[in-house]
């Protein structure tokens, strides 16, 4: 078993707590992504999980084993940086298999772990090459193949991709999703991308200022999010923000939209009081038709027509601006008036905290 828990998890430097009293239980075999922006303490994490950076408080476990004060070398975690940090005058295959040669392994051995590896990772007819003469993804490939010839219960991953350009970032996305698939094994991934986290992610755990404010799989967290920070930063482009004026009659939360239109939500039960809240809807889910729910007119600012869709920057009748995402089709340009139908099912309801009060469900 190779999971990973952790209860309690602090990190001060200091008088400044960057990783607040954190609870977290990574499953054996998940691939489990750290998400958020940059600064919300995702990294600090996954080095005091790796054991380069000291457990202020708490404690942490792998395979069931205590290891919050055990040595980086005994954890049995590898971890793959964001710098590929290879030797320069190595060749791939001594790079590879280097960590192994310093640990006394039998050269045979090293030998065999190293061409696996990099048959795993289409490394072979590189393996007499220097770093100098590799392309970007390549390195990060040898980068991953030394951390494989380790055969870790757990791999860490600290944002590796975020040195390649976007079409190697789509292409490396794949090929470590299908070796976690070939591998089986626990990986923990740290990212500020939140497409990362949604297209690779078993589990996303969504981190601000040191705290974890969410987490579940890129599906619960995309249609449920418990917050408007979640909310906000998972989907792309992210979630419109309305406020608006809300008032219950009955099991219905009657929402004045910008323009006077009205929508009703269902509470299902729940409390929920009158009063200015902000409605959520993501800009795929606003259809530039006149039918759903609730129409609202809209200006266009800006179009931009990327061929597969559309997006449009608009401005409704109060100032507010919104994002609308419409199929490549769509021929209506700046300075043209919209008609926007809102579904109630697509709809999410913020109270004066943040906290998600209702959250469309497509599904039903």
């Known amino acids: 078993m190779a999971d990973v828990t952790l209860r309690g998890i602090r990190k001060q430097y200091g008088n400044v707590t960057v990783v607040k009293d954190l609870d977290l239980e990574v499953k054996d075999g998940e691939f489990c992504v750290f998400v958020g922006p940059s600064g919300c303490g995702k990294?600090?994490?996954?080095?005091?999980i790796a054991g380069l950076e000291e457990i202020t408080a708490g404690a942490l476990s792998i395979g069931g084993q205590d290891m919050t004060r055990v040595g980086p070398s005994e954890r049995g975690v590898a971890m793959v940086f964001q710098s590929y940090a290879l030797y320069p005058h190595m060749s791939v295959a001594e790079n590879i298999g280097f960590g192994l040669k310093m640990t006394g392994h039998p050269k045979a051995e090293v030998a065999a772990r190293t061409d696996k590896a990099a048959k795993m990772l289409q490394l072979e007819p590189l393996l007499k090459r220097k770093p100098g003469q590799?392309?970007?993804?390549?390195?990060?490939?040898?980068?991953?193949?030394?951390?494989?010839?380790?055969?870790?219960?757990?791999?860490?991953?600290?944002?590796p991709l975020s040195n390649l350009d976007a079409a190697l970032r789509v292409?490396?996305?794949?090929?470590?999703?299908?070796?976690?698939?070939?591998?089986?094994?626990?990986?923990?991934?740290?990212?500020?991308?939140?497409?990362e986290a949604m297209t690779m992610a078993d589990k996303i755990v969504v981190l601000s200022s040191g705290h974890i404010e969410q987490v579940g799989s890129p599906l619960e967290l995309y249609h449920r999010p418990a917050n408007l920070f979640v909310a906000g930063f998972i989907g792309s482009p992210k979630m419109n923000f309305l406020k608006v004026d809300v008032r219950v009659e009955g099991e219905a939360a009657l929402v004045t939209l910008?323009?006077?239109?009205?929508?009703?939500?269902?509470?299902?039960?729940?409390?929920?009081?009158?009063?200015?809240?902000?409605?959520?809807?993501?800009?795929?889910?606003?259809?530039l038709i006149t039918g759903?729910?609730?129409?609202?007119?809209?200006?266009?600012?800006l179009a931009e027509h990327l061929g597969s869709e559309t997006i449009f920057f608009v401005t409704l009748a109060d100032g507010s601006e919104i994002t609308v995402?419409?199929?490549?089709?769509a021929t209506q340009k700046a300075g043209d008036v919209l008609a926007l139908g809102l579904s109630a099912k697509a709809c999410h309801l913020f109270d004066t905290d943040g906290r998600a009060v209702i959250n469309g469900d497509l599904t039903r």
């Open 325 to 329: 995402k419409a199929d490549g089709l």
């Open 134 to 159: 590799l392309s970007g993804g390549q390195r990060q490939r040898v980068a991953i193949g030394r951390a494989i010839v380790r055969d870790p219960e757990v791999f860490l991953f600290d944002e």
């Open 292 to 301: 759903g729910d609730a129409q609202v007119q809209a200006s266009v600012k």
């Open 171 to 195: 292409q490396m996305r794949a090929e470590l999703s299908g070796l976690h698939q070939e591998l089986k094994a626990t990986m923990i991934y740290v990212t500020h991308d939140q497409v």
């Open 43 to 48: 990294s600090t994490l996954l080095r005091m």
């Open 258 to 287: 910008p323009g006077g239109s009205r929508l009703s939500l269902p509470t299902e039960g729940k409390p929920i009081s009158d009063g200015e809240m902000t409605l959520g809807i993501r800009p795929e889910h606003t259809d």
